[in-house]
C-alpha cells in the first residue's frame, strides 16, 4: 500500500487540519471495516482512497447512530447528528473531524447535496424500523436509503454524480448488495426484531415469520431463501455495466465488490435454512482470492504489482 499521506497529496487534501482529518477517516476505517478499508487501500488509485473513505466513514458512522440502543435514544441521537450535517452543508465548517473530511470529499468531488440529503431522510427508517408488507416497499427502502448510500461512497468515482446512467447502474449494485446483506445477516436482524424480507415473499413459500425465527429447516424457508438469493444474483449480473461506465482505474474495486457479493449469495444458498440460525461470513482466504482476481485487468493478463500493506502513516 502507499503512504497514506502520498494518496492525501494525490487526492488534493491540503492543510494540516483536513490532513489530520483524512488519518483519522483511514483510522476509523481501519477498526470499523478492516477488510473494506484494505480492499479500498489495495484495489483503487491513490488519489480516490481519501475521498472514497472519507464517504464511508460518513455514512457508517450515521448508520451506527440508528442502529444501537433504545429507540428514543436513537432518535435523539440521529436528529442531533443531521442538524449538525445540514449546519455544516450550509456554512462549509463542522466540529466533527469525520463530517470536516466528508465535506472537503464533497466539495473537491462535486457530490450533489441532494444524495446526502436523501441519505439523511433514509436513515430514518431505521430508527425503528417496521419491517417491508411488499417487494415495492423494499424497492422504494433501496431508493430512500441503500442508493443514496452508495452514491456518498462509490459514486464519489464520478464527479459530481455522473450521468443519469451512471447512477441508475449504481442503483442496481445498490439493490443487490441490500438483498445480500438482508440474507447474510438475516440471523441476528431476526435475534434483534427486525425482518428485512418481505411478507408477501414469505408468503408466496407458505413461510411465516416465525418459522423464521424458530430456525426451521422446512422446505419453504429454504426455497424463500434461495429465491430471495437468486434474485440478487440476477441483479449483480445487471449490475455489472457499471464496469463499462467507470474509467478502468476504478474497475478493480467494483469487480472485487461484485464478485464478493456472489460469493457471499452462494454461501448463504450453501447453508439454506442455517442462514435463519447464524450469520454467513466471508472466508478470509476466498476474499484474498477475490483481492487477487480483481486486480487483474478485464479480460485476464497478470495482476499488477502492488508493495505490501502497511499501516496509516
Not at 47 to 73: K, M, N
Not at 283 to 312: D, F, K, M, Y
Request: contains cysteine; hydrophobic residues 40%; neutral net charge.
Amino acid at each position: 500500500m502507499r503512504v497514506w499521506r502520498r494518496c492525501m497529496d494525490a487526492a488534493e487534501v491540503r492543510g494540516s487540519e483536513a490532513r489530520a482529518d483524512y488519518v483519522k477517516v483511514a483510522q476509523f476505517m481501519q477498526r470499523r471495516e478492516p477488510a473494506g478499508y484494505a480492499a479500498v487501500r489495495l484495489l483503487t488509485p491513490p488519489h480516490f482512497q481519501p475521498h472514497v473513505l472519507a464517504g464511508y466513514a460518513f455514512a457508517s458512522f450515521t448508520d451506527d447512530l440508528c442502529d444501537h440502543g433504545p429507540v428514543q435514544e436513537r432518535i435523539q441521537r440521529f436528529n442531533a447528528w443531521a442538524g449538525q450535517i445540514r449546519a455544516a452543508l450550509d456554512s462549509g465548517t463542522a466540529r466533527h473531524p469525520l463530517l470536516r473530511a466528508f465535506l472537503y470529499t464533497s466539495a473537491l468531488r462535486d457530490l450533489p447535496r441532494h444524495w446526502i440529503e436523501s441519505y439523511l431522510e433514509g436513515a430514518r427508517i431505521d430508527l425503528d424500523f417496521p419491517g417491508f408488507a411488499t417487494e415495492a416497499d423494499y424497492q422504494a427502502y433501496v431508493d430512500q436509503l441503500t442508493w443514496p448510500f452508495l452514491m456518498i461512497t462509490a459514486g464519489l468515482a464520478q464527479e459530481g454524480g455522473g450521468s443519469p446512467e451512471f447512477a441508475q447502474s449504481c442503483r442496481l449494485v445498490a439493490d443487490a448488495g441490500q438483498r445480500t446483506d438482508i440474507l447474510t445477516d438475516l440471523a441476528e436482524d431476526l435475534r434483534e426484531g427486525r425482518l428485512y424480507l418481505p411478507l408477501d415473499a414469505l408468503e408466496q413459500h407458505g413461510v411465516d415469520r416465525a418459522d423464521l425465527v424458530a430456525g426451521r429447516d422446512v422446505p419453504g424457508v429454504r426455497e424463500l431463501i434461495s429465491d430471495a438469493a437468486g434474485k440478487a444474483h440476477g441483479t449483480l449480473r445487471e449490475a455489472t455495466r457499471l464496469l463499462d461506465e467507470l474509467p478502468d482505474e476504478y474497475g478493480p474495486l467494483m469487480r472485487f465488490v461484485l464478485d464478493l457479493h456472489h460469493q457471499r449469495l452462494e454461501t448463504v444458498v450453501a447453508m439454506g435454512a442455517a442462514v435463519t440460525r447464524r450469520p454467513a461470513r466471508d472466508n478470509p482466504v476466498t476474499c484474498l482470492r477475490l483481492v487477487a482476481r480483481a486486480r487483474r485487468p478485464r479480460g485476464g493478463g497478470r495482476p499488477t504489482s502492488q508493495p505490501p500493506i502497511s499501516s496509516v502513516r
